[in-house]
């Protein structure tokens, strides 16, 4: 079974759109995360977020929204794409925030044009 | 084995050599370290970590080691395979929130046959 999944895999979208990325984990882990990985493969925390607290990277633009339906699932909305949204985003989750372990899912590949 | 940093984006050694790959982190309040893998298409995959109250910690082929005095962090890997080639990627994390895992920049890493 796949611990963190996420869909699609791959989205190419225009310009302009409003798009959803879904993430569900079957690990019962606490918290969840969204990072973004560009085209020179760095890794940057985008979200996190548990049942009681969302901590966003003040680098994010508001364009960019996590929504969770229940504990399992933290999907990503992302408002009025743009060009340089193009990148693999990734979701994770961890027994519990910042010390332990996280566990990646196999990233969606999104493509702006 | 070749140890290189961080700037040296890609590391290549012979199969069946160790293979030593340095980070550096900059946050003195980081108090866990992590190591990933990122093979081509797929999520980063947990290798190992440590706290900052050890030193060392063995896993099976991959030794980290922790150096807080220099702020420096390594990965170890016994006898590597063709399986090891990979993006390997050092993070940490600070405090018990729920902040995420800061990345460093990832080497590349390359085994010869």
Same mark, same amino acid.
């Not at chain 1, 969204?34 to 760095?42: M, N």
């Given at each position: 079974?796949?611990?963190?999944?996420?869909?699609?895999?791959?989205?190419?979208?225009?310009?302009?759109?409003?798009?959803?990325?879904?993430?569900?984990?079957? !690990?019962?882990?606490?918290?969840?995360?969204? +990072?973004?990985?560009? %085209?020179?493969?760095?890794?940057?925390?985008?979200?996190? &977020?548990?049942?009681?607290?969302?901590?966003?990277?003040?680098?994010?633009?508001?364009?960019?929204?996590?929504?969770?339906?229940?504990?399992?699932?933290?999907?990503?909305?992302?408002?009025? !794409?743009?060009?340089?949204?193009?990148?693999? +985003?990734?979701?994770? %989750?961890?027994?519990?925030?910042?010390?332990?372990?996280? &566990?990646?899912?196999?990233?969606?590949?999104?493509?702006?044009? | 084995?070749?140890?290189?940093?961080?700037?040296?984006?890609?590391?290549?050694?012979?199969?069946?050599?160790?293979?030593?790959?340095?980070?550096?982190?900059?946050?003195?309040?980081?108090?866990?370290?992590?190591?990933?893998?990122?093979?081509?298409?797929?999520?980063?995959?947990?290798?190992?970590?440590?706290?900052?109250?050890?030193?060392?910690?063995?896993?099976?082929?991959?030794?980290?080691?922790?150096?807080?005095?220099?702020?420096?962090?390594?990965?170890?890997?016994?006898?590597?395979?063709?399986?090891?080639?990979?993006?390997?990627?050092?993070?940490?994390?600070?405090?018990?929130?729920?902040?995420?895992?800061?990345?460093?920049?990832?080497?590349?890493?390359?085994?010869?046959?």
């Amino acid at each position: 079974d796949t611990a963190v999944s996420q869909t699609p895999k791959y989205l190419v979208t225009q310009m302009g759109n409003d798009k959803s990325i879904k993430c569900e984990q079957n !690990l019962g882990h606490d918290t969840m995360y969204w +990072y973004k990985q560009d %085209s020179k493969k760095f890794l940057k925390i985008m979200f996190s &977020y548990n049942n009681k607290e969302l901590i966003i990277n003040e680098t994010v633009p508001n364009r960019f929204s996590p929504k969770s339906p229940d504990k399992a699932h933290l999907n990503l909305h992302i408002n009025s !794409l743009e060009l340089g949204d193009s990148a693999v +985003y990734f979701c994770a %989750s961890s027994r519990r925030g910042g010390l332990y372990e996280q &566990y990646f899912g196999p990233g969606t590949r999104l493509t702006v044009t | 084995g070749e140890s290189v940093g961080l700037h040296l984006p890609t590391l290549s050694v012979q199969e069946g050599d160790n293979s030593i790959i340095n980070c550096a982190y900059s946050n003195s309040a980081s108090d866990y370290f992590i190591w990933y893998k990122q093979e081509s298409g797929k999520g980063p995959q947990f290798i190992i970590d440590i706290r900052s109250n050890m030193d060392k910690r063995q896993g099976q082929r991959v030794t980290v080691l922790l150096n807080k005095t220099v702020k420096h962090l390594s990965l170890q890997i016994a006898a590597t395979q063709p399986g090891d080639s990979a993006v390997y990627f050092c993070a940490e994390g600070s405090g018990g929130g729920a902040d995420g895992l800061t990345f460093g920049k990832g080497t590349h890493l390359i085994i010869q046959p």
